[in-house]
C-alpha cells in the first residue's frame, strides 16, 4: 500500500516551504502545539468523525478518521461508483455503484449488502432524506426513480421519468426532492414517499449536483454548462438568481446552518464560497485536479474536497477560505461524505446524568 501523507499549509503560503508529512494526529496537531523550551508540544486532536472517499477507478470506499486524516478502512463496494451519501446518525453510507447500491457500516467498515432491481441501468445519484429513513435512486440508464426503505435497505417504489435523471436531493422537511436532469436542462420536483412529480423547472444549461439548504428556504443547482450556480426558491421552484461558478460546477453543498454554499469546480480545479442570503460570490479557493464532490462536517468549520485528478482530497478552513491539508487516497477520487460520530461514541459531560439532558440542534 501507498504511503498515505498529509501537505500541511494554505495555498497562500509560499509553495516552496510546504511540507509534505506523514499522516498522524500528532503531524497535524503539532502545527497549532505551544511551543516550550524551543520544542512544540504534540497534543492529539480530538475525533470529530469520518471522512467517506469513493475510488472510481478502485471500486472502494476509504474511511479516515478527521481530523487526523488515520485511514481506518478500505472496503471494496463494486465497480465503477459514483455518488456517495451517509445517514445523518453516520451510522451508514450509501454508495452507488454499476449494479446497485452498496451499503457500508460505518463503525466497522464493512460491506453490508447491495441494493439491486432487475431494472438498475447506470445507477447515479443518490439522496437521503434528514431522518435518514428514505433513499431516493436515480438511475439514469433508464430514465427511472427509487425509493428505498433504509430500515430494510429494500425498493418500495419507483416512477419513469421524461429525462434521464442525474443527482437527487431530499428537503428539509423529508416530503419533497430536488432532481437534476442535464439533458433537458431542468430540475424536477417530487413529492415524498409518493414520487409525484410537481413540478418541472427550467434551469439552465447541464443542471448536476443539486442540495435544498437545510433551513429550507433555498434549493441550489450547479449549471455546468453556464458555469453558475441557480438558487431556487424552495417552496415553489422558481429560480430568484445565477450567481457565477468556475469552470464545470459539479456539486454543490450547503453548509449546515444553510447560509453559504460551495461548489467543486471541475474545469478550474477550485471551490467557489457562496453567501446565500447575500446571493454574492466570497471566495475562491484552489485545490486538486477535476474536483468532483465536496462535503463539510457537522459545525460546518472544514470542507472537504476530492480531487479525481490528482488522487487527493483538499481540506478547507472555511473561517479562512484556505486548504489547510491534503489526504492522499486511492486513484481517481469521485465522491465524499461526512460522518458524525455516532451518539454513544461521544462521551457524557458534566456529571454522570448529562447524557439524559436535553440536547441542542446540530
Known amino acids: 500500500m501507498a504511503r498515505r501523507a498529509i501537505s500541511?499549509?494554505?495555498r497562500r503560503a509560499?509553495?516552496?516551504?510546504r511540507r509534505l508529512l506523514p499522516v498522524t494526529a500528532?503531524?497535524?496537531?503539532?502545527?497549532a502545539a505551544p511551543v516550550m523550551g524551543g520544542a512544540a508540544l504534540a497534543v492529539e486532536l480530538p475525533s470529530e468523525g469520518r471522512l467517506l472517499v469513493?475510488?472510481?477507478a478502485e471500486g472502494v470506499v476509504?474511511?479516515?478518521?478527521?481530523?487526523?486524516?488515520?485511514?481506518l478502512a478500505r472496503v471494496p463496494v463494486g465497480d465503477d461508483p459514483r455518488d456517495l451519501v451517509v445517514t445523518p446518525d453516520g451510522?451508514?453510507?450509501?454508495?452507488?455503484?454499476?449494479?446497485?447500491?452498496?451499503v457500508i457500516q460505518v463503525g466497522t467498515g464493512k460491506k453490508l449488502r447491495t441494493i439491486r432491481a432487475d431494472n438498475f441501468k447506470s445507477v447515479l445519484g443518490l439522496g437521503l432524506s434528514p431522518d435518514g429513513r428514505r433513499l431516493l435512486i436515480a438511475s439514469e440508464g433508464n430514465r427511472r426513480l427509487f425509493l428505498v426503505d433504509t430500515a430494510r435497505d429494500v425498493i418500495v417504489s419507483g416512477i419513469g421519468m421524461a429525462a434521464p435523471p442525474r443527482?437527487?436531493?431530499?428537503?428539509?422537511?423529508?416530503?419533497?426532492?430536488?432532481?437534476?436532469?442535464?439533458?433537458?436542462?431542468?430540475v424536477s420536483l417530487v413529492r415524498v414517499p409518493d414520487l409525484r412529480v410537481l413540478r418541472k423547472v427550467d434551469v439552465g444549461s447541464a443542471p448536476e449536483g443539486i442540495v435544498e439548504t437545510s433551513n429550507g428556504r433555498w434549493a441550489l443547482v450547479a449549471l455546468q454548462g453556464t458555469d453558475q450556480v441557480a438558487i431556487l426558491n424552495a417552496d415553489n421552484g422558481d429560480v430568484l438568481a445565477r450567481l457565477p461558478a468556475g469552470r464545470r460546477p459539479v456539486s454543490v453543498v450547503a453548509t449546515p446552518d444553510g447560509w453559504s454554499a460551495l461548489t467543486a469546480n471541475q474545469g478550474s480545479a477550485d471551490v467557489t464560497v457562496f453567501d446565500v442570503l447575500g446571493r454574492r460570490v466570497v471566495g475562491t479557493v484552489g485545490v486538486g485536479a477535476e474536483p468532483t464532490?465536496?462535503?463539510v462536517n457537522t459545525r460546518g468549520s472544514r470542507a472537504y474536497v476530492c480531487n479525481r485528478g490528482s488522487g487527493t482530497v483538499s481540506v478547507i478552513a472555511l473561517a479562512a477560505h484556505e486548504v489547510s491539508g491534503t489526504i492522499a487516497v486511492a486513484a481517481r477520487p469521485v465522491a465524499v461524505g461526512f460522518a458524525p460520530l455516532p451518539v454513544a461514541a461521544h462521551p457524557p459531560r458534566g456529571g454522570k446524568d448529562a447524557a439524559t439532558r436535553p440536547k441542542g440542534g446540530r
Not at 26 to 31: F, P, S, Y
Not at 62 to 71: E, G, M, T
Open 54 to 56: 469513493a475510488s472510481q
Open 8 to 10: 500541511v499549509g494554505g
Open 91 to 102: 451510522r451508514k453510507a450509501y454508495v452507488s455503484v454499476r449494479d446497485g447500491v452498496a
Open 293 to 295: 464532490d465536496v462535503t
Open 26 to 31: 500528532l503531524a497535524v496537531a503539532a502545527l
Open 14 to 17: 509560499a509553495g516552496a516551504f
Open 167 to 186: 443527482r437527487a436531493a431530499v428537503g428539509r422537511s423529508g416530503k419533497r426532492a430536488w432532481i437534476s436532469t442535464p439533458a433537458a436542462g431542468s
Open 62 to 71: 476509504q474511511i479516515f478518521d478527521v481530523p487526523s486524516a488515520k485511514l
